[in-house]
């Protein structure tokens, strides 16, 4: 353990000497305020346990969060993990973002962390495989210290809330420990892990770790971070990425108060999408951000469109339209299980049903923002990002500085959706500190943010299925036309289709005659992850047709779900893993046992439910809705999950309650429409997020208890949130809903 | 104790020290301000860039979201929208200024950690200020009272920003009784 300790105090005296100045620098000046997430990592007061625990003499824990909290939770569950093993008294652990961990390989990266990434649902399976030997480490070398003062074997001891006991009953405080500890060579092997039975704090509820400084308004974001110099730049984008300036006057905008400079940027062509300028911009630096604001204003800029100044949403949704009517052949046959063709052959009934969903920006709450400080030796950054390790890869290739010299700090960010994977505005900010050669703050107002967003496909499902005459569903025939993700990002042309269908999503594996084929949209415009994807399109589209069917069948949906997914047992997955319909059928069961759904039928209000399987994670939600002529109320929404085992109930609750929300406001209402190849939504007022009058009074969440190893459950929640929203719709209204956003729709058809 | 929020506006001739200034006064989660700059500058600004008072959040040109808001003599205002200029002789209160002196936390605070009405809690400090202001017009809020807030949240923390205001106004009652 040793070893990493000193690669950490190296870093530390690199820092000192002045590699990355601002380090030490902002926080022996009162000019500029610095967190203290880097000097309690690295400092000398505490002693280092391994690269995620440090220890004060006076017993205090500091334990490092690995990957950027978005609003997860993260920063609470995986250092709970830690502590766990550590066997911490938790009163006594304070949490720090860690930032990146990068050392310098002989010229190339070296991640000290491992993979951080946020947001994306792996961060507690990592975490479950190598937080938990992280703390058991830190134990393990604490009782081996014990062992050396006590004269006691350390087979012997035990411990307990950040002491160590001898069998004679005495004890030594972690604390009193941690110098001794820090010197001693760690063992070949991994520490044994704890058995669940002696679990103190997985399991139990936690409070965020960030909240008290939440609500007194003490968190500093990126976009809350200073240095005490810093230039702040505010930028317009061209409305198409491929467009150029057709006019301009910069007078106006430089004779504003403080206003320093103008400065023009243009994309990479040769970089891939999130790693360069998003589109031509022009940004305005000056002394504040009122300034600058105000200098913005006074730009007098037109644009003139490129190629894609001809594209529109509704032409794509043409496009798919037609491809999907044709009998062309598909841009990936992504799975093809029987003989779906002979199946249609012997047909006893064939159901049908097209569905169509918009285009979706992310909408996260903190603007896109970076601080950056950049000189000859070092660059520091305050980023907002779910990758700090992308956004590493841009500030390298930008400053060509060495890998440990560029110090990227992430704080709690608010809100990532998948749009913080892409790095865009670092790139913006590096080159435009570089223009002025000064610390600069890049912020983009709320405007450029829906303009200019690496949005979510609409795309188009097109079903068919089989029905024989015992109601078995036999064959399944899907068709989707998107425009993927990943185009342009370095994914071969027959992987596009994995940002958009799961080859793995319901119902395959349960109908002997499977299909699945994807239609690649052609379209410039910027293309990105997001949220959730590709399930949540998929399983809107998927659990409303199931419904579909059940109603051809006059059948109570429920029972064809359950007669579907079948007896309990394992279903293999392509690629590996199986899905347990046990668990399927539970969740299912638990949702409809909760909303009372064996009044489905009789009930005046609308009944709904769905299901659906993420990375060994199950849900189901139920729904009920009530209409008083064209107004919809959500009386209701029940979810149940099954994430195998639970480490934070507290945490795990609030992310399935703000999932579900999530997703049934993003399907009421929102849509992003391009015309003329330009996004016509630039503020909330028309990109509208679901109000609290329009949302549920509650979420009411059932977690299955679980031996499994952890999943992750940021986004379980959304799949089968708004399938169950628009069934229990078409039980109260009659109306099918095949298109969203779904308010507009149902009006249309009411 | 909390502070009381729902305090009428000072008049100008209480705030001292009364020498002779030119500028805008305003008092600032207790504190006495003068503003001599720019009177066009919206207060999130000089919240944010001047005090470096950064609880209060940028959420929009428009106030999106209502991570913006801080009370005005009492009023969730969009910190945004109004000028300095407008504010002379207010009182403004931030998230900041919502925790008693010696950092207690005011029960609408700790029903937002007890009942984890949080996501990202970027939008929070915008929550916490526009339920201030509904608590002190209702003591005990009904569901279509809570319904008129005007903040949205992309994480979907609606339901337990419900439930913490209910909380805290039980745990108010409670605190008055006793």
């Known amino acids: ?750 | 104790m909390a502070q009381d929020h729902a305090a009428p506006a000072p008049r100008k001739a209480d705030i001292v020290p009364v020498a002779k200034h030119t500028g805008i006064d305003l008092l600032i989660n207790g504190e006495l301000f003068n503003h001599t700059g720019d009177p066009d500058m919206p207060l999130l600004w000089y919240l944010r860039d001047v005090l470096r008072l950064d609880g209060t959040k940028y959420g929009g040109e428009h106030g999106e979201g209502g991570a913006d808001l801080v009370l005005v003599n009492g009023k969730a205002t969009s910190a945004i929208g109004v000028p300095m200029g407008k504010l002379d002789g207010k009182q403004v209160v931030t998230v900041e200024g919502l925790a008693d002196a010696k950092g207690g936390l005011h029960p609408l605070q700790q029903a937002f950690i007890d009942e984890d009405a949080i996501g990202c809690g970027y939008c929070t400090p915008g929550w916490l200020i526009a339920s201030m202001d509904l608590l002190t017009r209702h003591k005990d809020p009904t569901d279509s009272d809570i319904d008129t807030l005007p903040n949205l949240c992309r994480c979907g923390c609606q339901t337990r920003v419900r439930s913490a205001i209910k909380r805290a106004a039980a745990s108010m009652k409670q605190g008055t009784k006793a």
């Open chain 1, 1 to 750: 353990m040793s070893v990493d300790v000193q690669l950490s105090r190296r870093r530390f005296l690199q820092v000192l000497a002045g590699t990355a100045g601002a380090l030490i620098v902002g926080v022996r000046t009162a000019l500029a305020t610095e967190p203290p997430v880097p000097l309690d990592m690295l400092g000398d007061t505490l002693y280092g346990l391994g690269v995620y625990v440090r220890i004060d003499a006076d017993g205090d824990v500091v334990i490092g969060a690995r990957d950027p909290d978005t609003g997860t939770g993260v920063a609470t569950s995986l250092p709970r993990i830690i502590a766990e093993e550590l066997d911490a008294d938790w009163q006594r652990v304070r949490v720090v973002p860690l930032g990146l961990g990068v050392a310098n390989g002989n010229g190339e990266p070296r991640w000290m962390y491992g993979q951080q990434v946020g947001g994306t649902g792996n961060s507690m399976p990592r975490a479950w495989r190598d937080l938990r030997s992280a703390g058991a480490l830190a134990r393990w070398l604490l009782m081996q210290a014990a062992a050396q003062q006590l004269g006691v074997p350390a087979d012997r001891l035990h411990t307990e809330k950040g002491v160590v006991i001898s069998p004679d009953g005495r004890r030594l405080t972690y604390g009193s420990l941690a110098a001794a500890a820090a010197k001693i060579a760690p063992p070949q092997n991994s520490p044994a892990l704890k058995t669940p039975d002696r679990y103190t704090l997985i399991g139990q509820p936690a409070d965020d770790v960030d909240a008290r400084e939440i609500v007194t308004g003490q968190t500093p974001y990126s976009f809350d971070q200073h240095f005490g110099d810093a230039v702040v730049a505010v930028l317009t984008h061209c409305p198409w990425p491929d467009g150029q300036i057709a006019e301009k006057d910069y007078s106006a905008a430089m004779a504003v108060k403080g206003v320093l400079k103008v400065v023009e940027l243009k994309p990479d062509p040769k970089l891939p999408p999130g790693q360069t300028v998003i589109a031509p911009a022009v940004a305005v630096i000056a002394e504040t951000t009122w300034q600058a604001l105000q200098g913005r204003r006074a730009l007098k800029l037109s644009w003139k469109p490129g190629a894609s100044g001809s594209e529109s949403t509704a032409a794509l949704e043409q496009q798919a339209t037609s491809l999907l009517g044709s009998d062309s052949a598909p841009t990936t046959r992504i799975r093809d299980d029987g003989d779906v063709d002979k199946a249609r052959r012997k047909t006893a009934r064939r159901i049908d049903a097209t569905y169509y969903q918009p285009w979706l920006a992310h909408a996260a709450s903190e603007p896109m923002n970076c601080l950056v400080r950049l000189d000859k030796t070092g660059a520091t950054l305050y980023v907002p990002t779910q990758s700090p390790q992308q956004a590493w890869t841009v500030v390298q290739r930008l400053t060509g500085l060495l890998p440990d010299q560029i110090d990227i700090r992430v704080p709690r960010i608010g809100g990532g959706y998948g749009r913080r994977l892409d790095h865009d505005y670092v790139a913006e900010a590096v080159l435009l500190a570089q223009a002025i050669d000064k610390p600069l703050r890049l912020f983009w107002p709320r405007d450029e943010d829906l303009t200019h967003d690496y949005y979510r496909s609409g795309c188009v499902h097109q079903f068919d299925a089989i029905i024989d005459n015992k109601r078995r569903i036999l064959a399944w025939n899907q068709r989707v036309a998107s425009a993927s993700a990943q185009t342009g990002r370095g994914v071969s042309s027959d992987r596009l289709w994995t940002s958009e269908v799961d080859v793995n999503q319901l119902p395959a594996g349960f109908v002997p005659d499977y299909r699945s084929d994807w239609f690649s949209l052609a379209s410039s415009l910027p293309r990105g992850p997001h949220r959730g994807m590709p399930h949540i399109t998929n399983a809107f589209a998927v659990d409303c047709f199931i419904d579909e069917i059940a109603h051809a069948l006059k059948e109570d949906p429920l029972d064809t779900r359950l007669r579907l997914i079948g007896d309990a047992r394992l279903v293999p997955l392509q690629g590996g893993g199986a899905i347990d319909t046990a668990r399927l059928t539970n969740v299912l069961k638990l949702v409809a046992d909760r909303i009372n759904w064996k009044n489905w039928l009789r009930s005046v209000n609308g009944l709904g439910i769905a299901c659906w399987y993420v990375d060994g994670a199950y849900v189901a939600h139920a729904v009920e809705v009530s209409m008083q002529g064209e107004k919809l109320t959500i009386e209701r929404v029940v979810c149940a999950v099954d994430v195998g085992r639970v480490i934070n109930p507290k945490g795990l609750e609030g992310q399935i309650a703000g999932a579900t929300l999530d997703a049934l406001s993003t399907a009421l209402n929102l849509a992003i429409t391009v015309k003329d190849g330009k996004v016509q939504q630039s503020s909330w007022k028309d990109y509208p997020l679901a109000s609290m009058a329009e949302l549920p009074k509650t979420v009411e969440v059932i977690t299955v208890p679980g031996e499994d190893d952890p999943t992750g459950a940021s986004f379980l929640a959304m799949p089968s949130a708004a399938p169950a929203l628009a069934n229990a719709v078409f039980r109260v209204s009659a109306v099918r809903v095949r298109r969203l956003p779904l308010m507009k729709e149902l009006l249309r058809l009411l």
